[in-house]
């Protein structure tokens, strides 16, 4: 049975930093695509970051630089470094797992979902 759980959220203030964990169990990270998602209220769901099966990444533009996805294969955990945050960053997040190992970040591309982390970002 496949399951994504996050952890790590919370509050900071502007400029802070974050790291954001998903412990998947049922299946071996290493071997599909991976990703994080965000949703804030009254937006739609976007993609943060991708990690494919062999380790390449993208990122949505306005996260190139600030934010670094990553999994650690022994601990089955996808990893989200978020550094130099700011309000607009407030959402909550989710981490998803493909039925690919090569995938886009379109939400269409992913499954299965945890059920999130909030992150909350004050000025």
Request: proline content about 3%; overall charge positive.
């Amino acid at each position: 049975q496949v399951q994504l759980v996050e952890s790590g959220g919370g509050s900071v203030q502007a400029g802070g930093s974050l790291r954001l964990s998903c412990v998947a169990s049922g299946f071996p990270v290493s071997k599909y695509g991976m990703a994080w998602f965000r949703q804030a209220p009254g937006k739609e769901r976007e993609g943060v970051a991708r990690i494919d099966s062999t380790g390449l990444t993208i990122y949505a533009d306005s996260k190139k630089g600030r934010f670094t996805i990553s999994r650690d294969n022994a601990k089955n955990t996808l990893y989200l470094q978020m550094n130099s945050l700011n309000p607009e960053d407030t959402a909550m997040y989710y981490c998803a797992r493909s039925p690919l190992r090569f995938c886009s970040l379109r939400t269409s591309d992913f499954n299965y979902w945890g059920q999130g982390t909030q992150v909350t970002v004050s000025s």
